[in-house]
């Protein structure tokens, strides 16, 4: 069962091309993979990367910590990009099975970006079904 997204991105080809430019980037190797931050010195949580493409979000670098604020936000999704792209939280949270996970923690436990975006993938898959 797909519960990454709300059933809204059904019906929302602007973010579903979104989504699909986010499994792209993640798979690129345009962003090196960091934890517990957005973005923090040029490193992105695979939720900052989302950040970065997402159209009309404030960016705001904070030099004496080296990160980077989204819509003031450091380390959570704005509610403006999770809303953006009928994510559940602002964490990516799901329900694996067994119990819920985030986006978030797969990030910060070292799973890598290629792994989250072919979560992502199927989890885009199954809410279009």
């Known amino acids: 069962m797909a519960n990454l997204f709300t059933p809204e991105i059904k019906v929302d080809p602007e973010a579903q091309s979104l989504v699909r430019a986010w499994i792209d980037a993640l798979r690129s190797d345009n962003y090196e993979q960091g934890d517990a931050f957005l973005r923090k010195d040029d490193k992105y949580c695979c939720l900052g990367v989302l950040c970065e493409l997402a159209p009309d979000v404030e960016r705001t670098y904070d030099a004496h910590s ?11 999704l704005p509610q403006r990009v999770y809303d953006l792209v009928h ?8 329900d694996f099975g067994r119990g819920v996970d985030s986006l978030t923690s797969l990030n910060d436990t ?7 975006a072919d979560l992502i993938e ?8």
């Open 66 to 76: 080296n990160h980077y604020l989204y819509d003031n936000q450091q380390s959570v």
């Open 87 to 94: 994510l559940t939280s602002d964490l990516g949270s799901y």
């Open 110 to 116: 070292g799973q890598s970006f290629q792994r989250i």
């Open 122 to 129: 199927r989890e885009l898959k199954e809410a279009l079904a």
